[in-house]
């Protein structure tokens, strides 16, 4: 896979295709193949015509591990993927997010809207105003010497999933403790970019997508049906409304 650096980071990122650039941005304890490839993202999009690109976040998949909180934070991720984009030489594309992902999705499209054509917010409704719920549990969660010991249900979702994609659970935990990159909800009413908020009906993790929305000038709620924070990611009514939306979009 291949590498670039990002503020002396070796960053890991995947690109295939051709046509109009879409960058896909992975949710926490999550990576690109994860999130992305495994779920049928990459094929979906090339299909559609699209050249697809995403990135390992810093401390996630392939990327470099960094192991202090000062070094993690969704405005740094946010500047990791704007140089992605430099390094590949894509002036303006089309930018999904999944949950953390969706977090740098939003800083971008407040502080970056020339670069992005679009935006989706995919799994975070909200809940994007607040910092991560639980977010002590869940570092002391991924630590834990056994997910038996963990008592909250937050926690330990993270845990095993942190544990299923074989993470490295102390870059995590990091990362979990940085300083949150917390959005303001009037900054939101500057967006100017087409946006789609997507969430699962069963989603306890986001927060209300409509509630974000009112807050978004035109911005568009997906809801994929019965399905939770973890199962949304490659619903098939999530897949059909991103295709839909980016159709839509100037």
């Given at each position: 896979?291949?590498?670039?650096?990002?503020?002396?980071?070796?960053?890991?990122?995947?690109?295939?295709?051709?046509?109009?650039?879409?960058?896909?941005?992975?949710?926490?304890?999550?990576?690109?193949?994860?999130?992305?490839?495994?779920?049928?993202?990459?094929?979906?999009?090339?299909?559609?015509?699209?050249?697809?690109?995403?990135?390992?976040?810093?401390?996630?998949?392939?990327?470099?591990?960094?192991?202090?909180?000062?070094?993690?934070?969704?405005?740094?991720?946010?500047?990791?993927?704007?140089?992605?984009?430099?390094?590949?030489?894509?002036?303006?594309?089309?930018?999904?997010?999944?949950?953390?992902?969706?977090?740098?999705?939003?800083?971008?499209?407040?502080?970056?809207?020339?670069?992005?054509?679009?935006?989706?917010?995919?799994?975070?409704?909200?809940?994007?105003?607040?910092?991560?719920?639980?977010?002590d549990e869940i570092a002391v969660g991924l630590l834990a010497d056994s997910v038996d010991d963990i008592v909250n249900p937050?926690?330990?979702?993270?845990?095993?999933?942190?544990?299923?994609?074989?993470?490295?659970?102390?870059?995590?935990?990091?990362?979990?403790?940085?300083?949150?990159?917390?959005?303001?909800?009037?900054?939101?009413?500057?967006?100017?970019?087409?946006?789609?908020?997507?969430?699962?009906?069963?989603?306890?993790?986001?927060?209300?997508?409509?509630?974000?929305?009112?807050?978004?000038?035109?911005?568009?709620?997906?809801?994929?049906?019965?399905r939770d924070h973890n199962r949304a990611v490659g619903d098939k009514v999530?897949?059909?409304?991103?295709?839909?939306?980016?159709?839509?979009?100037?």
């Open positions: 896979m291949p590498t670039f650096s990002s503020d002396g980071l070796d960053l890991a990122y995947r690109d295939e295709g051709e046509g109009d650039p879409i960058l896909l941005i992975h949710g926490f304890a999550s990576n690109l193949d994860v999130n992305w490839v495994g779920p049928g993202w990459f094929d979906l999009l090339k299909a559609d015509g699209r050249r697809v690109i995403a990135i390992d976040n810093r401390g996630h998949g392939a990327s470099e591990k960094l192991y202090d909180p000062a070094f993690y934070g969704s405005d740094m991720m946010a500047e990791d993927a704007l140089r992605l984009l430099d390094h590949l030489e894509i002036a303006r594309a089309d930018v999904m997010g999944y949950s953390m992902g969706a977090r740098v999705t939003s800083l971008m499209a407040i502080r970056n809207r020339e670069r992005l054509r679009s935006a989706i917010i995919g799994g975070m409704g909200e809940g994007l105003l607040r910092g991560a719920p639980s977010a937050t926690a330990k979702m993270f845990r095993r999933f942190a544990e299923a994609t074989r993470a490295d659970r102390r870059a995590l935990a990091a990362c979990m403790r940085a300083q949150r990159s917390l959005v303001d909800p009037e900054k939101l009413g500057t967006i100017t970019t087409p946006v789609l908020i997507a969430v699962g009906t069963e989603d306890d993790v986001a927060g209300d997508p409509h509630a974000l929305a009112k807050l978004i000038p035109g911005a568009e709620v997906l809801e994929i049906p019965r999530y897949k059909q409304g991103v295709v839909d939306f980016l159709s839509r979009r100037p």
